[in-house]
């Protein structure tokens, strides 16, 4: 069962460094072989910025929030996940700078009946002058049941 | 003035998948859920083989998007799955429009995505808005 009390929690922030190498492989992987992936400036491919895996694992475990919701990993799955750009988006050679926090955590009745428990984590992306460059939304939802490995 | 908006490419078609293409997913993501590559570890979860990472399946409707309406331009790209994604399937990616309008002086355009499996069942949804350059 989800912990409700980890709605508001936050994590430290973390750095995340766009890499050109990093953006030829994520493109390659995604069987992407638009030019604009492979520039010196290569821009990121929209849902690039999963990679802040990598960066908030190396920044410790204060950094990521999102363990604190306790989903039960059994049941538990990825529902939505939303990439807001404010502008262009970033481009190799861009630091930035990430926080996650918990923005909600909620129940719905499920169509098959039993309840569905979703949490959001925000992580908000800002560039050195502090501006805000980019968002990302990640929903996870957690069924009353195990999954069956059937299709939902 | 903006450029005209291009047509919908073609679908783009992925497939058949392979555990490789999830493993290279992983690696290039930083998602190392055993899960997505680990065979012993996916029976005992109860799946019947490594089941496709839902990220990777959003990232062909990125390549198939940012194709159409440049890489530069993305300003949303809102993800939904739905169903999973096993080896041996193949995705088909398509796109359409949903409206053009103009914000804040800025001309956009929201497409609606969608990743379908062989039996027609829609993987992953996605809803993307795009800038359109200014001609």
Redesign the interface.
Known sequence: MANAAAQGAAGTPFPVLIERG?II????????R?P??RQERA?V???FL?????WQ?WAGAGANPWPRVELDQ?RG?????????H???PRAGDTLTARSRIAEIYQKQGRRGGTLTFAVMVTEFTDGSGRLVAEARLTGVETAR??????? | MTTPLPPAPPPLVVGPLTRTDFVRYQGASGDMNPLHHDEPFARAAGYAAPLAVGMFNAGLLGTYATDWLGPANVRRFRIRFAEQVWPGDTLTCTGAVVREYEQDGQRLVDVELTATRPAGGVAVLAWATFARPAA
């Open positions: 990093k492989e994520f493109a390659a992987a995604t069987h992407s638009n604009a992936y821009v491919p929209p849902t999963t990679t802040q895996m990598f694992e059994r799955m990825h529902a939505e996940q939303e990439y807001v750009f502008g262009p988006p195990p999954a069956d490995g059937e299709a939902r």
